[in-house]
DNA sequence: GTTCATGCAAAAGATTTGCACACAG
DNA sequence: CTGTGTGCAAATCTTTTGCATGAAC
């Protein structure tokens, strides 16, 4: 797994043991296809592995986000989102979300021409505000089919 | 302003004064620059008007959103913020985030070659997936200058 | 007098933290 | 042993909701 060789080598000094609740995580993470939020991750992981606690999804998914492994993703609805970085690089995609229920599409068919752009500005803002860009997003905002509907 | 118009034709059927305080949370967002959040919006708006509750601001942004005078950002910082859309339309921006220490920058300076792009994407997207696209967030993530000296 | 808006307090969620114990090296 | 990771409970923080009062129409 992407995971494991970075996880052993640790994060800034600090241990970091790839324990049975870390490779729960990981492995459920690289077997889901959406964004998962903490408490979904919770409650799938719970039937397997009864005894994990809330806080060691939260304070693992930190630790991932830092070490770069995972994404965290704020899409507007009050809870954080996390998807495995590798896979996001692997099937990469930006988001089309209906601002009334909240249904979230990935598109990944339009993307070639907008990474090309993408590039192009990074390597603007990079220079012009001095800093070290490491990801984007992109996501529009609309309503979907069936809400409109009614 | 822009909103009292739309304020007084109500919002869906549903009544919708101009009272004091959605005056004051206008007036102030108008002013403001930056996208403010419901807290910064509650301590600035404490001074000159004493009484105001947080609730208040919270249903009069979410009264406003919905309105479509306002807009509702989540940029990862565990709390919603919110900025007028006429002014959006005016000063048209997008992100960039420092993942580190959560500085964010408007750009706006590269935006032509963007929006071209977006517009057709856009379309795209509306087609395929029968949506209609009111807005659109782009975001660059990385790390500041300041806190890559660290 | 009915409906709408507000403040306050309580509630609800999401996330973080303190602490004592378990476990690996 | 020593330090790291964990579960649990409590604490925080943001946002929402219930309710009684007051204002607008």
Known sequence: ???????RQGFKGH?????????AILEFLSK?????????IYSSLHRSYPGMGLSTIYRTLDLLARM????????????????????????HH????????????????????????VKKTEDKLAKKYNFVIQDHN?????????????
Chains 1, 2 share one sequence.
Request: net charge positive; proline share 1%.
């Open 1 to 7: 797994m992407a995971g494991s060789r970075s996880l």
């Open 15 to 23: 241990a970091s043991r790839l324990t049975a609740p870390r490779q």
């Open 32 to 40: 889901s296809s959406k964004h998962m939020s903490a408490k979904e």
């Open 68 to 91: 770069g492994i995972v994404t965290k993703l704020s899409l507007g609805d009050g809870q954080s989102r996390y998807e495995l970085r590798s896979k996001k690089e692997e099937e």
């Open 94 to 117: 930006h988001h089309l979300i209906c601002t009334n229920c909240g249904k979230i599409i990935n598109y990944s068919e339009f993307l070639d021409e907008e990474l090309g752009l």
């Open 138 to 150: 992109i996501e529009f905002l609309g309503i979907c089919e069936k809400c409109r509907g009614k």
